[in-house]
């Protein structure tokens, strides 16, 4: 799994999680995925966009773990946007009712301007 996290400025601020390759059961690319987050909204990130484009395959845990870190922004009056998802990760963040929580945007773009819309 790789990671990459960009902050783009504007009101209010986004930040962007960029994930790449897989995040299976094993425990290193899960928990790393967990810290990541739970480290992003202990900095006081309040609006988050994960991009998934580059994901290959993200266990239901993992996906989890997004859910998860969304409360955690919501409770802060922050949100999260999911952009990029395709093939297996789409279909598994539908089956596990993502969709229904979180955004799901086409694009890095897309998922910004949700999060930033008035």
Not at 51 to 64: E, K, P, Q
Not at 76 to 96: E, F, Y
Not at 97 to 117: I, R, Y
Request: net charge negative; with cysteine; aromatic share 0%.
């Amino acid at each position: 799994m790789e990671t990459t996290v960009t902050e783009i400025s504007g009101e209010p601020p986004v930040t962007v999680l960029s994930i790449g390759g897989s995040v299976d059961a094993g425990a290193e690319g899960l928990e790393r995925l967990g810290r990541v987050l739970e480290g992003l909204v202990d900095e006081g990130v309040r609006h988050l966009v994960v991009d998934l484009s580059s994901a290959d395959f993200l266990v239901s845990r993992a996906l989890g773990q997004l859910l998860t870190a969304a409360v955690r922004l919501r409770s802060r009056g922050g949100d999260m946007a999911i952009a990029g998802a395709k093939g297996s990760v789409a279909a598994s963040a539908l089956m596990v009712g993502v969709g229904a929580m979180v955004q799901l945007c086409e694009t890095v773009e897309d998922g910004v301007a949700a999060l930033t819309a008035p």
